[in-house]
Protein backbone atom coordinates (compact mmCIF):
# COMPACT_ATOMS: atom_id res chain seq x y z
CA UNK A 1 0.00 0.00 0.00
CA UNK A 2 1.52 3.35 -1.13
CA UNK A 3 1.05 6.25 1.88
CA UNK A 4 -1.60 9.13 1.58
CA UNK A 5 0.72 11.80 2.08
CA UNK A 6 -2.38 14.49 2.80
CA UNK A 7 -4.33 12.44 5.21
CA UNK A 8 -3.24 12.58 9.05
CA UNK A 9 -4.81 9.95 11.64
CA UNK A 10 -5.56 11.46 14.90
CA UNK A 11 -6.14 9.02 17.60
CA UNK A 12 -8.03 10.05 21.23
CA UNK A 13 -6.91 7.94 23.96
CA UNK A 14 -7.06 10.45 26.78
CA UNK A 15 -9.82 8.99 28.50
CA UNK A 16 -8.93 7.81 32.20
CA UNK A 17 -11.30 4.24 31.43
CA UNK A 18 -13.11 3.97 34.40
CA UNK A 19 -15.44 1.30 33.43
CA UNK A 20 -12.12 -0.56 32.82
CA UNK A 21 -10.80 -0.63 36.38
CA UNK A 22 -8.83 -1.98 38.55
CA UNK A 23 -7.31 -2.65 35.21
CA UNK A 24 -6.56 0.96 33.83
CA UNK A 25 -5.53 1.97 37.60
CA UNK A 26 -2.29 0.82 36.03
CA UNK A 27 -2.03 1.13 32.47
CA UNK A 28 -4.53 3.72 30.41
CA UNK A 29 -7.65 1.61 28.52
CA UNK A 30 -5.13 1.82 25.15
CA UNK A 31 -2.65 0.36 26.61
CA UNK A 32 -4.04 -3.02 27.86
CA UNK A 33 -2.99 -6.05 26.70
CA UNK A 34 -5.40 -7.25 23.89
CA UNK A 35 -4.80 -10.26 21.56
CA UNK A 36 -0.85 -10.37 22.75
CA UNK A 37 -0.43 -6.59 22.03
CA UNK A 38 -1.82 -3.15 23.38
CA UNK A 39 -5.19 -2.44 21.93
CA UNK A 40 -3.79 0.55 20.44
CA UNK A 41 -1.60 -1.14 18.15
CA UNK A 42 -4.40 -3.10 16.69
CA UNK A 43 -5.88 0.75 15.63
CA UNK A 44 -2.51 1.67 14.32
CA UNK A 45 -1.55 -0.91 12.31
CA UNK A 46 -5.42 -0.64 10.61
CA UNK A 47 -4.26 2.92 9.97
CA UNK A 48 -0.76 1.79 8.40
CA UNK A 49 -2.56 -0.84 6.48
CA UNK A 50 -4.63 2.15 4.69
CA UNK A 51 -1.58 3.80 3.38
CA UNK A 52 -1.49 6.73 6.17
CA UNK A 53 1.90 7.26 7.92
CA UNK A 54 1.60 10.16 9.78
CA UNK A 55 -0.35 9.81 13.30
CA UNK A 56 -0.94 12.15 16.57
CA UNK A 57 -1.80 10.67 19.87
CA UNK A 58 -4.13 13.02 21.71
CA UNK A 59 -2.90 12.03 25.32
CA UNK A 60 -3.91 13.21 28.84
CA UNK A 61 -4.07 10.27 31.66
CA UNK A 62 -0.62 8.84 32.29
CA UNK A 63 0.29 10.48 28.73
CA UNK A 64 4.26 8.82 29.03
CA UNK A 65 3.44 5.43 28.97
CA UNK A 66 2.51 5.52 25.36
CA UNK A 67 5.49 7.22 23.92
CA UNK A 68 7.65 4.80 26.35
CA UNK A 69 5.79 2.16 24.45
CA UNK A 70 5.62 3.50 20.94
CA UNK A 71 8.24 6.13 20.48
CA UNK A 72 8.64 7.59 16.91
CA UNK A 73 6.18 4.95 15.71
CA UNK A 74 8.77 3.09 13.24
CA UNK A 75 8.46 -0.56 14.50
CA UNK A 76 4.98 0.01 13.04
CA UNK A 77 5.44 1.60 10.16
CA UNK A 78 4.12 5.50 11.00
CA UNK A 79 5.60 8.47 11.98
CA UNK A 80 3.76 9.11 15.82
CA UNK A 81 3.66 12.20 17.56
CA UNK A 82 1.78 12.91 20.85
CA UNK A 83 0.12 15.81 22.00
CA UNK A 84 -0.98 16.53 25.66
CA UNK A 85 -4.58 17.24 26.98
CA UNK A 86 -3.43 18.97 30.71
CA UNK A 87 -7.59 19.45 31.45
CA UNK A 88 -10.63 17.81 30.12
CA UNK A 89 -11.33 18.82 26.75
CA UNK A 90 -14.02 16.64 25.34
CA UNK A 91 -13.96 14.61 21.86
CA UNK A 92 -14.30 18.74 19.95
CA UNK A 93 -11.73 20.17 22.55
CA UNK A 94 -9.46 16.92 22.09
CA UNK A 95 -9.35 17.03 18.32
CA UNK A 96 -8.64 20.87 18.30
CA UNK A 97 -5.58 20.73 20.66
CA UNK A 98 -3.80 18.66 18.07
CA UNK A 99 -4.35 21.29 15.04
CA UNK A 100 -1.21 22.37 15.11
CA UNK A 101 0.14 18.75 14.36
CA UNK A 102 -1.64 18.39 11.09
CA UNK A 103 0.10 18.39 7.92
CA UNK A 104 -2.86 17.48 5.38
CA UNK A 105 -6.39 19.25 4.59
CA UNK A 106 -8.11 15.28 5.55
CA UNK A 107 -7.93 14.18 8.90
CA UNK A 108 -8.86 10.94 10.17
CA UNK A 109 -10.00 10.96 13.83
CA UNK A 110 -10.19 7.95 15.45
CA UNK A 111 -11.99 7.08 19.03
CA UNK A 112 -8.98 4.91 20.85
CA UNK A 113 -11.64 2.64 22.54
CA UNK A 114 -13.29 1.38 19.18
CA UNK A 115 -12.09 -1.44 17.03
CA UNK A 116 -13.81 -0.70 13.28
CA UNK A 117 -13.70 -3.42 10.23
CA UNK A 118 -14.77 -0.56 7.96
CA UNK A 119 -12.68 -0.12 4.96
CA UNK A 120 -10.58 3.16 5.38
CA UNK A 121 -9.84 3.92 1.85
CA UNK A 122 -13.93 3.58 0.73
CA UNK A 123 -14.51 5.93 3.62
CA UNK A 124 -11.89 8.52 2.55
CA UNK A 125 -13.48 8.21 -0.79
CA UNK A 126 -16.36 8.82 0.54
CA UNK A 127 -15.80 11.88 1.98
CA UNK A 128 -13.44 12.72 -0.95
CA UNK A 129 -16.34 12.51 -3.31
CA UNK A 130 -19.19 14.27 -1.43
CA UNK A 131 -16.52 17.33 -0.26
CA UNK A 132 -17.74 17.00 2.42
CA UNK A 133 -16.78 18.92 5.81
CA UNK A 134 -17.29 16.09 7.75
CA UNK A 135 -17.55 12.07 7.06
CA UNK A 136 -18.99 9.94 9.86
CA UNK A 137 -18.62 6.25 9.77
CA UNK A 138 -21.68 4.51 10.77
CA UNK A 139 -22.78 1.42 11.87
CA UNK A 140 -25.93 -0.46 12.40
CA UNK A 141 -27.11 -2.11 15.64
CA UNK A 142 -29.97 -4.37 16.93
CA UNK A 143 -30.82 -1.59 20.07
CA UNK A 144 -29.05 2.24 19.37
CA UNK A 145 -31.05 3.06 22.30
CA UNK A 146 -27.32 3.63 23.93
CA UNK A 147 -26.11 5.49 21.69
CA UNK A 148 -25.79 8.62 19.43
CA UNK A 149 -28.09 8.31 16.52
CA UNK A 150 -27.55 9.71 13.17
CA UNK A 151 -29.79 9.67 10.55
CA UNK A 152 -29.40 10.12 7.15
CA UNK A 153 -31.44 11.05 4.22
CA UNK A 154 -31.37 9.24 0.60
CA UNK A 155 -28.05 10.69 -0.63
CA UNK A 156 -26.33 9.87 2.26
CA UNK A 157 -26.28 13.55 3.97
CA UNK A 158 -26.94 13.23 8.14
CA UNK A 159 -29.89 15.40 8.85
CA UNK A 160 -29.61 15.40 12.52
CA UNK A 161 -27.34 14.07 15.99
CA UNK A 162 -29.89 12.31 18.41
CA UNK A 163 -27.67 11.87 21.68
CA UNK A 164 -29.21 8.61 23.23
CA UNK A 165 -32.47 8.85 22.16
CA UNK A 166 -35.41 6.71 23.84
CA UNK A 167 -37.25 6.07 21.20
CA UNK A 168 -34.59 6.17 17.78
CA UNK A 169 -35.44 7.16 14.45
CA UNK A 170 -32.77 4.91 13.33
CA UNK A 171 -30.32 1.86 13.57
CA UNK A 172 -27.62 3.69 12.23
CA UNK A 173 -24.98 4.93 15.00
CA UNK A 174 -21.53 7.45 15.61
CA UNK A 175 -19.34 4.48 14.84
CA UNK A 176 -16.35 6.95 16.55
CA UNK A 177 -14.56 7.47 13.52
CA UNK A 178 -14.93 10.79 11.92
CA UNK A 179 -12.71 12.27 8.52
CA UNK A 180 -12.47 15.59 8.75
CA UNK A 181 -12.04 18.58 6.38
CA UNK A 182 -8.71 20.35 8.65
CA UNK A 183 -10.51 23.73 8.60
CA UNK A 184 -13.80 22.52 10.31
CA UNK A 185 -10.71 21.18 13.27
CA UNK A 186 -9.34 25.18 12.93
CA UNK A 187 -12.80 26.25 13.85
CA UNK A 188 -13.52 24.19 17.01
CA UNK A 189 -13.47 26.55 19.73
CA UNK A 190 -10.13 26.44 22.16
CA UNK A 191 -9.90 26.94 25.79
CA UNK A 192 -12.84 25.06 26.91
CA UNK A 193 -14.26 21.85 26.83
CA UNK A 194 -16.07 21.09 23.52
CA UNK A 195 -18.44 17.86 21.91
CA UNK A 196 -17.97 17.37 18.54
CA UNK A 197 -21.35 15.10 18.55
CA UNK A 198 -23.32 17.89 20.81
CA UNK A 199 -22.00 20.99 19.71
CA UNK A 200 -19.94 21.09 16.50
CA UNK A 201 -21.83 18.32 14.58
CA UNK A 202 -25.44 19.77 14.81
CA UNK A 203 -23.50 23.52 14.31
CA UNK A 204 -22.46 22.51 11.34
CA UNK A 205 -25.67 21.45 10.31
CA UNK A 206 -27.28 24.71 11.40
CA UNK A 207 -24.80 26.84 9.28
CA UNK A 208 -25.33 23.99 6.03
CA UNK A 209 -22.32 22.24 5.94
CA UNK A 210 -21.80 18.92 4.13
CA UNK A 211 -22.34 16.69 6.42
CA UNK A 212 -22.52 12.78 4.85
CA UNK A 213 -22.65 9.32 6.74
CA UNK A 214 -20.80 6.25 5.15
CA UNK A 215 -22.07 3.12 6.92
CA UNK A 216 -19.29 0.45 8.35
CA UNK A 217 -20.68 -3.19 6.54
CA UNK A 218 -17.70 -4.81 8.94
CA UNK A 219 -17.03 -5.59 12.36
CA UNK A 220 -17.34 -2.69 15.38
CA UNK A 221 -17.03 -2.48 18.87
CA UNK A 222 -16.43 -0.43 21.69
CA UNK A 223 -13.79 -1.68 24.14
CA UNK A 224 -14.67 -0.18 26.91
CA UNK A 225 -16.60 -2.54 29.63
CA UNK A 226 -14.84 -5.79 30.91
CA UNK A 227 -17.34 -8.39 28.72
CA UNK A 228 -16.76 -5.97 25.36
CA UNK A 229 -12.89 -5.83 26.11
CA UNK A 230 -12.74 -10.07 27.06
CA UNK A 231 -15.19 -10.61 23.57
CA UNK A 232 -13.14 -8.32 21.25
CA UNK A 233 -10.03 -9.66 22.39
CA UNK A 234 -11.25 -13.48 21.90
CA UNK A 235 -12.82 -11.79 18.61
CA UNK A 236 -8.87 -11.08 17.43
CA UNK A 237 -8.21 -13.93 18.20
CA UNK A 238 -10.13 -15.87 16.13
CA UNK A 239 -9.35 -13.88 13.42
CA UNK A 240 -13.55 -12.55 13.80
CA UNK A 241 -11.93 -8.75 13.84
CA UNK A 242 -9.38 -7.90 11.32
CA UNK A 243 -6.23 -6.71 12.74
CA UNK A 244 -2.85 -6.79 10.99
CA UNK A 245 -0.98 -7.19 14.12
CA UNK A 246 -2.75 -10.42 14.55
CA UNK A 247 -0.21 -12.92 12.80
CA UNK A 248 -2.00 -16.14 12.97
CA UNK A 249 -5.68 -16.30 14.05
CA UNK A 250 -6.66 -19.26 16.09
CA UNK A 251 -8.98 -20.61 18.57
CA UNK A 252 -6.04 -19.78 21.37
CA UNK A 253 -3.16 -17.68 21.57
CA UNK A 254 -0.29 -17.96 23.92
CA UNK A 255 2.32 -15.80 24.70
CA UNK A 256 5.98 -16.47 24.71
CA UNK A 257 7.21 -18.08 27.81
CA UNK A 258 3.46 -19.25 28.71
CA UNK A 259 3.05 -22.63 30.02
CA UNK A 260 -0.16 -24.54 29.72
CA UNK A 261 -0.69 -28.17 30.83
CA UNK A 262 -1.65 -30.62 28.25
CA UNK A 263 -4.07 -31.81 30.92
CA UNK A 264 -5.69 -28.34 30.97
CA UNK A 265 -8.40 -26.90 28.45
CA UNK A 266 -7.69 -23.22 26.92
CA UNK A 267 -10.43 -22.19 24.17
CA UNK A 268 -12.99 -19.67 22.61
CA UNK A 269 -10.43 -17.13 21.10
CA UNK A 270 -8.50 -17.04 25.05
CA UNK A 271 -4.91 -15.44 25.42
CA UNK A 272 -2.57 -16.64 27.73
CA UNK A 273 0.16 -13.63 28.50
CA UNK A 274 3.76 -14.10 28.59
CA UNK A 275 5.09 -16.13 31.94
CA UNK A 276 1.77 -17.50 32.24
CA UNK A 277 0.57 -20.86 33.98
CA UNK A 278 -1.86 -23.26 33.10
CA UNK A 279 -1.94 -25.88 35.38
CA UNK A 280 -3.61 -29.24 34.54
CA UNK A 281 -7.62 -29.63 34.67
CA UNK A 282 -8.14 -25.74 34.94
CA UNK A 283 -10.18 -24.33 32.01
CA UNK A 284 -9.82 -21.17 30.39
CA UNK A 285 -12.76 -19.65 27.90
CA UNK A 286 -12.84 -16.90 25.85
CA UNK A 287 -10.22 -14.86 28.68
CA UNK A 288 -7.48 -12.41 28.44
CA UNK A 289 -4.75 -13.60 30.94
CA UNK A 290 -1.99 -10.75 31.59
CA UNK A 291 1.32 -11.84 32.00
CA UNK A 292 2.61 -13.91 35.13
CA UNK A 293 -0.73 -14.76 35.97
CA UNK A 294 -1.28 -18.23 37.30
CA UNK A 295 -4.55 -20.57 36.60
CA UNK A 296 -3.99 -23.46 39.26
CA UNK A 297 -5.18 -27.14 38.41
CA UNK A 298 -9.03 -27.11 38.42
CA UNK A 299 -9.60 -23.71 38.08
CA UNK A 300 -12.30 -22.01 35.80
CA UNK A 301 -11.85 -18.47 34.28
CA UNK A 302 -14.89 -17.99 31.41
CA UNK A 303 -14.99 -14.63 29.88
CA UNK A 304 -12.91 -12.67 32.27
CA UNK A 305 -9.82 -10.81 33.08
CA UNK A 306 -7.13 -11.69 34.74
CA UNK A 307 -4.41 -9.30 35.65
CA UNK A 308 -0.44 -9.16 35.64
CA UNK A 309 0.87 -11.44 38.17
CA UNK A 310 -2.43 -12.64 39.52
CA UNK A 311 -2.93 -16.09 40.96
CA UNK A 312 -6.35 -17.77 40.89
CA UNK A 313 -6.58 -20.96 43.51
CA UNK A 314 -7.45 -24.55 42.83
CA UNK A 315 -10.78 -24.83 42.07
CA UNK A 316 -12.00 -21.48 42.42
CA UNK A 317 -14.35 -20.40 39.46
CA UNK A 318 -14.65 -16.96 37.49
CA UNK A 319 -17.20 -16.02 35.58
CA UNK A 320 -17.18 -12.61 33.87
CA UNK A 321 -14.87 -11.56 36.52
CA UNK A 322 -12.03 -8.82 36.53
CA UNK A 323 -9.25 -9.67 38.62
CA UNK A 324 -6.78 -6.72 39.17
CA UNK A 325 -2.97 -7.18 38.55
CA UNK A 326 -1.20 -9.09 41.44
CA UNK A 327 -4.47 -10.31 42.94
CA UNK A 328 -3.94 -13.67 45.12
CA UNK A 329 -7.25 -15.88 45.43
CA UNK A 330 -7.47 -18.74 47.41
CA UNK A 331 -9.18 -22.37 46.69
CA UNK A 332 -12.86 -22.69 45.78
CA UNK A 333 -13.59 -19.11 45.44
CA UNK A 334 -16.68 -18.65 42.92
CA UNK A 335 -16.63 -14.74 41.48
CA UNK A 336 -19.25 -14.13 38.95
CA UNK A 337 -21.40 -11.27 36.98
CA UNK A 338 -19.24 -8.57 36.96
CA UNK A 339 -17.39 -9.29 40.35
CA UNK A 340 -13.71 -7.03 40.30
CA UNK A 341 -10.92 -7.66 42.91
CA UNK A 342 -8.76 -4.75 42.95
CA UNK A 343 -4.89 -5.22 42.63
CA UNK A 344 -2.80 -6.44 45.05
CA UNK A 345 -6.17 -7.88 47.33
CA UNK A 346 -5.95 -11.24 48.69
CA UNK A 347 -8.76 -13.41 48.90
CA UNK A 348 -9.12 -16.41 51.45
CA UNK A 349 -9.93 -19.61 50.19
CA UNK A 350 -13.53 -20.10 49.92
CA UNK A 351 -14.14 -16.32 51.43
CA UNK A 352 -16.69 -15.76 48.53
CA UNK A 353 -19.45 -17.63 46.68
CA UNK A 354 -21.97 -16.72 44.44
CA UNK A 355 -23.69 -20.00 45.23
CA UNK A 356 -24.67 -22.39 48.29
CA UNK A 357 -23.06 -25.00 47.19
CA UNK A 358 -19.28 -25.70 48.89
Keep these: ?38 FLTHVISRIREAGIRHVV ?14 GNGAELGVELEYVVEHEPLGTGGGIRNVADRLRGDTVLVFNGDNLIGVDLTKMLATHADADADVTLCLHRVDDPRAYGCVPTDADGRVTAFLEKDPNPV ?8 YAFRRSVIDSIPTGRAVSVERETFPGLLAAGAVVVGHLNEGYWRDFGTPGDFVTGSADLVR ?18 GSSVDP ?19 AEVDG ?35 VIGDRAMLGANLELRS ?13 AVRFSSDI
Excluded: C
Aim: charged share 15%.
Design 263 to 281: AARVTGGSTVGRDAIVEAG
Design 170 to 177: TDQINAGL
Design 338 to 350: GARVWPGVELADG
Design 287 to 321: AVLFDGARIAAGAVVRRSIVGAGAVVGPGTVLVDA
Design 239 to 256: GIAPSPAVAAPGERLLLP
Design 1 to 38: MTSVPEVDAVILVGGLGTRLRPLTLSAPKPMLPTAGVP
Design 57 to 70: LGTSYQAAVFEAHF
